[in-house]
Structures are given as structure tokens and as C-alpha cells.
């Protein structure tokens, strides 16, 4: 379900309604990777929480594009009511940027080289090399210890 605690808006719309809302929210979800709360509904006032998690491409939508792909999405099924919208954007990590080409870039600029890197943090030679050359896949942990060993 794309969007959380949709019951409470059961009052307010029909199941034809919710059914759509859903959907039209469900396509949100699968193509942005995101999702929306009811938080709270009174007579006046519906509060949405609306978040995106991590996405395939990289690429994050900022907190005012959230916003308004959330009033798109329930201003017009919700006519008169004022939306309160809490928006929680991804701010993607400062390691993401590391790749064998950032990598080389600052081993350049330090005039580093792998057998330093490797006395220094303790890691083998041959796994520093297969992380540098793209021979080995580097996870999150590896590309947060290059980031923060050579942006210093």
C-alpha cells in the first residue's frame, strides 16, 4: 500500500475514489519509490507525510517536488480541504560520489598510490587494486572509506 492509514479518508471519499487514489499514488510509488501517510483528517484539514526512499537511478526529487506531486495527487480529489503536506526528501550521501574515476581523480591529485592506501588503512594491496581498477565491486562501507581518505 502506497499510501498509509488511507482508511481515514473513508469519510471523505468513496471506494471508487480510494481505489483511484491508491492507484494514482501506486505509480507514484513505483516510478519515484514514493509513498504518502494520512496523518490526520478533520473537517478542514488533511495532514500528509509524503517521503521517498532510495531509488534505482540516483536520482532524488526535491523537497518542493514532493510537495507538489503530493497536492497533484490529493488536491483534487480533496476539493475544500486545506492539505498540510510534511515532505521528507533524501539527501544522498557524500560517498555516493566515489567511483573508480573520482578515485583516480584524488589519487592523482595526492599522488598516491595503492601500496600507501593499502599501509595506511590496513587493507590488503590486491583488494585496494581490484576497488581502484572496477575489477571488484566497491559496497557502501568501501566507497565511505575512500571518500573520507582522500577528501581530506
Known amino acids: 500500500m502506497s499510501i498509509q492509514n488511507i482508511d481515514s479518508l473513508c469519510l471523505l471519499l468513496n471506494a471508487d475514489e480510494l481505489r483511484s ?3 494514482a ?19 478542514k484539514t488533511v495532514e500528509i507525510e509524503t517521503s521517498q526512499g532510495e531509488t534505482a537511478s540516483g536520482k532524488y526529487a526535491t523537497q ?9 495527487l490529493f488536491k483534487k480529489r480533496l476539493p475544500g480541504f486545506e492539505l498540510q503536506i510534511t515532505a521528507n526528501a533524501v539527501l544522498p550521501a557524500p560517498a555516493d560520489v566515489v567511483d ?16 600507501q592506501i593499502a599501509f595506511e588503512t590496513g587493507i ?3 583488494s585496494i587494486s581490484d576497488w581502484v581498477t572496477g575489477k571488484k565491486a566497491m559496497g557502501k562501507t568501501v566507497k565511505a572509506m575512500f ?3 582522500l577528501s581530506g
Not at 64 to 72: G, N, P, Y
Not at 101 to 106: A, C
Open 21 to 23: 487514489l491508491e492507484k
Open 25 to 43: 499514488a501506486e505509480r507514484h510509488s513505483q516510478q519515484s519509490n514514493m509513498d504518502f501517510k494520512i496523518v490526520s483528517v478533520d473537517d
Open 64 to 72: 518542493q517536488v514532493l510537495v507538489k506531486r503530493t497536492e497533484e
Open 100 to 115: 573508480i574515476t573520482w578515485i583516480d581523480q584524488k589519487m592523482r591529485e595526492k599522488g598516491l598510490r595503492i601500496k
Open 124 to 126: 590488503d594491496r590486491e
Open 147 to 149: 571518500y573520507f581518505y
